[in-house]
């Protein structure tokens, strides 16, 4: 994949409420979308991925969903608590070509406590 | 299982210098990947190895290398330094190579400073 947008780049969410981000893709060929969380100092951490073969993922309070159709997918964290403030990446590869990982540019959540 | 370590985590270097950044994977990973992290260009793959070979390549310019070794620990060399190669360096490693969509762990990064 050659082009990966995110948005947006910054999200401020009250204690308890829902954050949601979103990706955009170009390449029909991606088929494998994680998502990274940066806390600062620190390098990004896998939070949770998706392959193309599925529509939804879920891992406790944070879910991704996958539109292939739409080459958009989506980061969801329910009841947001201060320890998810970060930077949150997306990402996307393709098993064709060049597989290596394109990274969004990243979003700057601040959870309002 | 000890994670990803990259040293030095600090490093300030002067224009035209030369540097070299070392990574440690996790123990039984073959594969390690360099990134650039800058606020304007965000995260940027350098290049992969796996089995000392590299595999995938980033659009760099031939100032950026890299070497893996075979016990899979990587360093990569930045010469003729710039003073828009001041970034965050990150490693990543992961069990086999890109191809196999396997995760990958990051370390901590190298904060490379040019002046």
């Known amino acids: 994949g050659e082009n990966v947008e995110q948005h947006p780049s910054t999200l401020s969410v009250q204690e308890g409420d829902s954050a949601v981000i979103k990706c955009t893709y170009s390449?029909?060929?991606?088929?494998?979308f994680p998502w990274y969380k940066q806390e600062l100092g620190k390098g990004p951490q896998l939070i949770i991925d998706i392959r193309s073969n599925v529509g939804e993922k879920k891992d406790q309070r944070i879910a991704v969903t996958l539109n292939k159709t739409a080459k958009h997918f989506s980061l969801h964290i329910t009841e947001t608590q201060p320890e998810d403030s970060a930077v949150y990446f997306c990402a996307e590869q393709s098993n064709f070509g060049n597989e290596k990982l394109t990274f969004g540019t990243g979003t700057r959540l601040t959870i309002i406590p | 299982k000890a994670g990803v370590t990259q040293t030095p985590r600090y490093l300030i270097k002067t224009r035209g210098q030369q540097v070299t950044l070392s990574c440690s994977p996790i123990s039984g990973h073959r594969s390690v990947s360099w990134y650039q992290q800058t606020p304007g260009q965000g995260l940027q793959f350098l290049f992969e190895?796996?089995?000392?070979?590299?595999?995938n390549k980033g659009n760099f310019p031939g100032r950026f290398s890299g070497r893996q070794f075979s016990n899979s620990r990587s360093e990569m060399n930045v010469s003729t330094l710039e003073l828009g190669d001041s970034a965050l360096y990150l490693c990543?490693?992961?069990?086999?190579?890109?191809?196999?969509?396997?995760?990958?762990?990051f370390g901590p990064g190298t904060r490379l400073l040019v002046l």
């Open positions: 390449d029909s060929a991606s088929n494998y």
């Open positions: 990543a490693s992961s069990l086999g190579p890109r191809r196999e969509q396997e995760t990958q762990y």
């Open positions: 190895y796996f089995s000392e070979t590299q595999r």
